[in-house]
């Protein structure tokens, strides 16, 4: 069994990729991500690999982009503010079919907001980070050992489906120290990438990757074969955990750190008799319909936490479809909600 380490979630990311095979790093500094960056210039030069700090967020995306056209293993990481400035550089990755791995450790906003801990960027992960039909594999971690496991997985999913893959953190778990166990350090793996600009000694025809299509027929059949990787991603990912929802009259649905204070909010509520349950989104795209359809028609009420004004709660409401009440509770710009708080709201739909 490996041994247990004390660290800090972003540091904790940045070994993880490491241990993954990923030696080409890209970014920018801005708290509170900055840490990723910092870990990733002092360990990757001695594991044989590139670390570039750019000239901007934009720079460092396209950076991405350039090194995993070659089929190697990238990295950048920002927090919500350069995200946005990278969002038409994860378009371009996205209309490459490139499996790019991109982190976002969430802080306050709109515009510079705070550099507190934040759930806002829900909608730009899951909807419209970057322009065009295009989706991300997003990944929601709600522990430090989640923040390592869920490296591999976004590099595993978005290599064989190739799409970029994001872990969506916030500066709570970013900034938080926990004892985690890293996997065997591997090499990148030598898989088959027939589609990767690294040379083809005469054996096959040169590779091109590109996202611009100037016959509207030809980027049409394009797209619609994206998507139907997208549907065989929705039908084969989907991840989600269910906590104490079997007999649940009240299930709460919460992600990321929000999760963390919903389930002792939960325990507490069952220990005074309330039947409430948990649901947690690993994967907020593809949203997990399938764990909120079973367990609607046990279930009287749906309770949304979130650490921003109402996003999650519309997928929720989408799937749910009218057939049982969602409610929402939610604490912004950078103010984390309490199990106090949770508690409250448990208490107030089971007196109704």
Same mark, same amino acid.
């Given at each position: ?172 778990? &970013? $900034? @938080?120290?926990?004892? #985690? ?7 990148? =793996? %030598? ?118 004004? &109402? $996003? @999650?709660?519309?997928? #929720? ?7 049982? =009440? %969602? ?26």
């Amino acid at each position: 069994m490996a041994e247990k380490v004390l660290m800090k979630g972003n540091e904790a990311l940045a070994e993880a990729a490491i241990q993954c095979g990923c030696k080409h790093y890209f970014g920018y500094p801005i708290t509170p991500q900055t840490e990723v960056a910092a870990y990733m210039s002092k360990r990757l030069p001695k594991e044989g690999g590139v670390f570039l700090q750019a000239e901007s967020e934009i720079a460092a995306v396209n950076m991405v982009l350039g090194a995993t056209s070659a089929g190697v293993r990238a990295m950048t990481s920002s927090s919500s503010p350069g995200i946005s400035l990278k969002s038409e550089g994860v378009s371009y990755i996205g209309g490459s079919d490139l499996p790019a791995l991109i982190i976002n450790v969430q802080r306050g906003g709109p515009g510079l907001g705070g550099i507190q801990p934040s759930q806002s960027d829900y909608w730009q992960a899951t909807k419209a980070l970057g322009h065009g039909d295009f989706q991300l594999f997003v990944l929601a971690p709600s522990t430090i050992q989640e923040m390592v496991d869920f490296v591999s997985l976004a590099y595993e999913v978005g290599e064989k489906y190739r799409v970029p893959a994001m872990i969506l953190s916030d500066g709570m778990l &970013g $900034q @938080m120290m926990e004892p #985690v166990e890293f996997p065997r350090k591997k090499d990148e =793996p %030598v898989a088959d990438k027939p589609w990767a600009t690294n040379g083809h000694k005469g054996q096959r025809k040169k590779n091109i990757i590109n996202s611009l299509y100037i016959q509207p027929e030809e980027l049409e059949n394009l797209i619609k074969e994206r998507y139907e990787r997208y549907e065989k991603i929705k039908e084969e990912e989907q991840r989600a955990e269910e906590f104490m929802t079997e007999d649940a009259d009240i299930v709460v649905v919460a992600f990321g750190a929000s999760s963390r204070v919903s389930r002792s909010a939960v325990m507490q509520a069952r220990a005074e008799g309330i039947k409430a349950g948990l649901i947690r989104p690993i994967t907020l795209w593809p949203f997990p319909d399938k764990t909120i359809n079973k367990n609607v028609d046990h279930t009287k009420e749906f309770l949304c936490v979130e650490m921003n004004m &109402g $996003q @999650m709660v519309d997928d #929720v409401r989408l799937v749910v479809n009218g057939r049982k =009440p %969602v409610s929402f509770f939610g604490r912004t710009g950078g103010v984390i909600p309490t199990p106090a708080e949770v508690l409250e709201q448990i208490r107030a739909l089971a007196s109704k």
